[in-house]
């Protein structure tokens, strides 16, 4: 499949695939994507999603700003990705996850340009590394790498192997040592639900 990139309404990048599919819009997440994104994110993953160690980065925090991404087919939420602010041992960086494809849409890359967006935000918006708990073989790709996160450490169980990390500025994670802690803003109405 070719991906074709064009400026869609609204700013939106807009990409097609094989003759005679409709294109797919990859547009800023917006408040009414909430219940849709919730729904493919519980397709895609069960309950168990929120017993994930990455979770515990997530919980009670809104993503960090201008790096929560939708695909869209025709108004259709059919994909998600979003980026957390972290602090990885001392230094600033942003988690990746989760990011999901609804089911009728995959194996039509839409995930690799979800993924593509978002890092190109975040390198556009002056973050250094982002990190992500994924299967090295597709992160890879992108130029993740498990040598960034050796010296890291996450706050509950992870396999490993899966703890990745990628340097948008060469040399951003030398230095990261330590526990990986949530740093962004906190969504007041998630502790407003709880209380």
């Known amino acids: 499949m070719t991906l074709t990139l064009n400026n869609g309404a609204n700013g939106a990048a807009v990409f097609g695939g094989r003759f005679g599919e409709r294109a797919i819009e990859i547009l800023d997440e917006a408040p009414s994507d909430v219940f849709a994104r ?3 994110l519980d397709a895609a993953f069960g309950a168990s ?3 994930k160690t990455a979770e ?3 919980r009670g925090r809104l993503p960090a700003r201008g790096l929560a991404f939708a695909a869209k087919d025709a108004g259709a939420l059919v994909g998600t990705v979003r980026l957390w602010s972290i602090e990885a041992g001392d230094v600033p960086a942003l988690l990746l996850g989760p990011i999901a494809v609804a089911q009728t849409h995959r194996s039509r890359g839409i995930g690799r340009r979800l993924m593509a967006e978002s890092l190109f935000h975040a390198c556009v918006g002056g973050h250094s590394a982002v ?3 994924g299967d090295a073989p597709y992160y890879e790709a992108f130029g993740f790498s498990r040598r960034h996160t050796l010296q890291l450490s ?6 490993e192997a899966r703890f990745l ?3 948008l500025r060469s040399g951003s994670l030398a230095q ?3 526990l990986v802690r949530p740093t962004g803003a906190i969504d007041l109405n998630e502790f407003r639900r709880a209380a």
């Open 38 to 40: 919730e729904a493919l």
């Open 49 to 51: 999603r929120f017993r």
């Open 56 to 58: 515990r980065l997530r």
């Open 131 to 133: 990190l992500l708990v």
């Open 154 to 159: 996450l706050p509950g169980p992870v396999d």
């Open 165 to 167: 990390g990628l340097e």
């Open 176 to 178: 990261a040592k330590g």
